[in-house]
């Protein structure tokens, strides 16, 4: 009897698993056709407005991006120098800031500056 709980369990979770995929998978065949649709339709403007939209999200972006980033950077070059020297463990500071500059806080800054612009232009139309 537990051998059947076991593989009713199974299926059951492969089943729940499948379904998922199923729906991903026609999301994502709705979303490629609708734009593929689109741009045969009207691809001009399509064109046009995606340029636009990565103007403005990406590149007038960058000035804002390097100040956070150099500020951020400084910061806490001199915490963790500071830190870092009380420990003993000063020669692995560079190792240290790549890491935590380029893997954790980097990506986190330019979501936040690239979602507080897009919402700021969203609640202005």
Same mark, same amino acid.
């Given at each position: 009897?537990?051998?059947?709980?076991?593989?009713?369990?199974?299926?059951?979770?492969?089943?729940?698993?499948?379904?998922?995929?199923?729906?991903?998978?026609?999301?994502?065949?709705?979303?490629?056709?609708?734009?593929?649709?689109?741009? +045969? @339709?009207? &691809?001009?403007? $399509? *064109?046009?407005?995606?340029?636009?939209?990565?103007?403005?999200?990406?590149? =007038?972006? /960058?000035?804002?991006?390097?100040?956070?980033?150099?500020?951020?950077?400084?910061?806490?070059?001199?915490?963790?120098?500071?830190?870092?020297?009380?420990?003993?463990?000063?020669? +692995? @500071?560079? &190792?240290?800031? $790549? *890491?935590?500059?380029?893997?954790?806080?980097?990506?986190?800054?330019?979501? =936040?500056? /690239?979602?507080?612009?897009?919402?700021?232009?969203?609640?202005?139309?």
């Amino acid at each position: 009897m537990r051998l059947l709980r076991m593989i009713d369990l199974v299926g059951f979770t492969a089943i729940q698993m499948l379904r998922a995929f199923g729906q991903i998978f026609l999301l994502a065949y709705l979303s490629f056709r609708s734009c593929l649709l689109d741009i +045969s @339709l009207n &691809s001009q403007r $399509v *064109v046009t407005m995606v340029a636009q939209q990565i103007y403005y999200t990406g590149w =007038l972006a /960058v000035p804002l991006i390097s100040v956070l980033g150099l500020t951020t950077g400084s910061l806490l070059m001199i915490q963790a120098a500071q830190h870092l020297s009380m420990l003993g463990r000063s020669e +692995s @500071l560079g &190792s240290f800031l $790549v *890491v935590i500059l380029t893997r954790e806080v980097g990506p986190l800054l330019t979501a =936040l500056v /690239v979602i507080a612009r897009s919402g700021t232009a969203v609640a202005s139309e």
